[in-house]
């Protein structure tokens, strides 16, 4: 799961998708492309909506996407089309590239739709993002447990 900044969208797309797939074996992870908030806390908002959900993010901290991260993980998912761009731009060949997706073409494909950030707005914000990751958490799942 990747995000600008790994403090708000991403971090809870990773808390989502783990509390989703206990019983799978599947290892979910999170990173930014920026490395504004390297060591930080999950951004209290990010905590709270989790919270709301029984979903805990406070022992995760914040680390900037890697190139190893092609090797480590499958399905890189962008939250949004800056941060696809910029994972593009770091693949170095067609095997990485297949990796990227935006995460909510697996609602719509090929929509190319961004899941907003939520940083300088208020509380709602967050809420409205929880719900677009709840949702296509639910359908990420239903497709691993087809494998
Ligand atoms: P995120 O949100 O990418 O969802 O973690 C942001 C967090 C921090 C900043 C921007 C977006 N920032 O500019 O510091």
């Given at each position: 799961m990747v995000c600008l900044g790994n403090i708000c969208r991403s971090p809870l797309a990773e808390g989502i998708l783990k509390s989703k797939t206990e019983h799978?074996?599947?290892?979910?992870?999170?990173a930014g492309t920026a490395a504004y908030h390297i060591g930080s806390q999950p951004d209290i908002r990010s905590i709270e909506?989790?919270?709301?959900?029984?979903?805990?993010?406070r022992?995760?901290?914040?680390?900037?996407?890697?190139?190893?991260?092609?090797?480590e993980f499958d399905i890189i998912y962008a939250m949004d089309t800056n941060n696809f761009a910029h994972l593009t731009s770091l693949a170095?060949?067609?095997?990485e590239r297949n990796k990227i997706r935006m995460i909510l073409n697996e609602i719509k494909s090929e929509s190319f739709d961004s899941v907003p950030?939520?940083?300088y707005g208020g509380d709602n914000g967050f809420q409205n993002v929880y719900e677009m990751l709840n949702k296509v958490c639910e359908i990420i799942t239903q497709n691993?447990?087809?494998r």
């Open positions: 799978l074996d599947v290892i979910v992870d999170s909506i989790a919270n709301k959900y029984g979903i805990d993010l022992n995760q901290r914040a680390r900037q996407f890697s190139r190893a991260d092609f090797d170095e060949n067609q095997n950030d939520p940083y691993l447990e087809k």
